[in-house]
């Protein structure tokens, strides 16, 4: 064991090579020099330039008002801003993957038709939402194997599909907006938890699964893999052509399930005697 020690230290006269204990990582934030701790926090600032753009904008705003921070006021903005952030988070993946969907508001419209025709025509709530994921899962898979594994533009396939979606829609519903459902669907939409609208927790909950699913899931490494070198992940086992083909489904179903529970028009309540159109 002496011997053994003896060999480990370093020879007279050069430094001792000796690293500290700990994970690699550790060892490397350990030994960091002051001046690579503020190429770091540079390196963060540039590729958070959208955040501080956010807060720079809230602290003009609330500067020029004192209603900008208040609660009902930031409740309003969330409300407003949750179809296009439930919507945003499979879309970053999609970026992130080096893939792109226009047809999105297009399906959704489709989705939410879906819906109205189904109660219309005597059908449950549960089997309408079973119904408007099915037409949003099976347009996303559709798109996503034309791009997937045909090899067409994601660009010409989804602006099709944009243009193709409306029309069905339009002439599916003929215009005519379905009115007349149940409250308890329509709490979903315009409901409220601990005085917060529903779709604000909706949306955090979302923005938490996709979190996980980008930072400690394998799906999104694999999605990020694709995205930086399609071929070097394909050499590594990847499966380059299915999952961007998986990722175009929820998109777009996660979208449907939303417009049809709070863009169409749902039936009031009675101590409300009017109509709620978000």
Known sequence: MRR???NRRSSPGQPDRTEP?????ARRRRSATPAEQRRRVVTWAQQNGVLFALLA????????????????????ILLQVAVTGIIAVPAAMLILAGYVDLSVGSVMVLSAIAFGQVIEGGGSELVAVIVALAVGATWGLTSG???SYLGFSPIVVTLGGLAAARGIAQVWSEAITVSGFSDTFGELGIGRWFDTPIPIFLTGGVFLLGFYAWNQ???GRHLAAIGSDEVAARAVGIRTK???MIVYSPRL???STWRS???????PRKRRPRRWTL
Not at 21 to 25: I, N, S, V
Not at 57 to 76: E, K, P, V, W
Not at 261 to 267: E, F, G, L, V
């Open 4 to 6: 053994m020690d003896v």
């Open 21 to 25: 204990p700990g994970p690699p990582d």
């Open 57 to 76: 904008m809230c602290a003009y705003f609330a500067s020029q008002s004192d209603r900008f921070l208040t609660r009902g006021n930031i409740n309003i």
């Open 145 to 147: 194997f034309f791009i």
């Open 217 to 219: 899931s394998t799906t």
């Open 242 to 244: 299915r999952m961007p």
């Open 253 to 255: 179903s996660t979208a």
């Open 261 to 267: 529970s709070a863009d169409i028009t749902c039936k």
